[in-house]
């Protein structure tokens, strides 16, 4: 499979999750590959996995830091093809016990950091680089206790649409993923038991969670020249929770 073959990129949050199945699929396809992380021994674990990559210990939501991540990859690759700005937080509360903490960084991890990067990376995109974002169909459903994730989430979308205006003058096309529920760490990271996992997939018209693979797949066309004339667009994978 070579769909990616000598093309040079990067994934955020690239040691768990969506974002490891598509940094494998990625190498897979004949990328060199990039992965941010923020915790070392996850990083650690994805880089023995991954084999050949370039492993950056990064915070999505420091500011400062994503110049970092951008020297890194120009000192490396030399420039950038293809990005897949999946790094995230999942925090869901009721909206009494939200605080301004919080708030910040949520924001900061899934919105402002990401955009920063995005401003960071600017130099060494090459003309034609796909930037896919990974975004949520929360921003598309009143889901209890979701309201600051799904704001978030809502932001990216936007800029899918809004960054492929201000970018394609160089060829960059920017378009988005929005996963539905996914067998992921999340679940258990925000406390879901098997009780809430059930209830959750009840929900899902085709009666299961989706997998990691199933989004790094759509995330592969998207960084792929298969998708050039797919500008500014999101890609909705979830099973028909948002829609039926």
Request: hydrophobic share 45%; net charge neutral.
């Amino acid at each position: 499979m070579s769909r990616l073959k000598d093309k040079r990129a990067l994934v955020t949050g690239g040691s768990s999750g969506i974002g490891l199945e598509t940094a494998r699929r990625f190498l897979a396809e004949g990328a060199r590959v990039a992965i941010t992380g923020s915790n070392p021994a996850s990083l650690e674990a994805a880089r023995k996995e991954l084999g050949d990559v370039l492993v950056i210990h990064a915070d999505a939501g420091d500011v400062a830091g994503q110049t970092k991540v951008a020297d890194a990859i120009r000192d490396n690759f030399g420039g950038l093809d293809a990005v897949f700005l999946n790094a995230g937080v999942g925090d869901f509360r009721p909206l009494a016990q939200w605080d301004e903490a919080g708030f910040d960084r949520s924001m900061a991890v899934n919105l402002k950091g990401p955009f920063f990067l995005v401003q960071a990376l600017l130099p060494i995109l090459a003309k034609g680089a796909s930037i896919v974002l990974n975004t949520s169909i929360n921003a598309r459903i009143g889901m209890p206790n979701s309201s600051v994730y799904a704001a978030t989430k809502a932001g990216l979308i936007s800029l899918a649409r809004t960054l492929s205006g201000e970018l394609l003058p160089r060829g960059i096309r920017v378009n988005a993923v929005s996963p539905g529920p996914i067998a992921t760490p999340l679940h258990g990271k925000i406390g879901m038991g098997d009780a809430e996992i059930k209830g959750l997939v009840g929900q899902i018209p085709l009666g299961r969670r989706g997998s990691p693979k199933e989004i790094a797949d759509a995330v592969v066309f998207l960084a792929s020249d298969e998708s050039a004339f797919t500008v500014g667009s999101e890609l909705i994978i979830d099973g028909g929770m948002s829609t039926l």
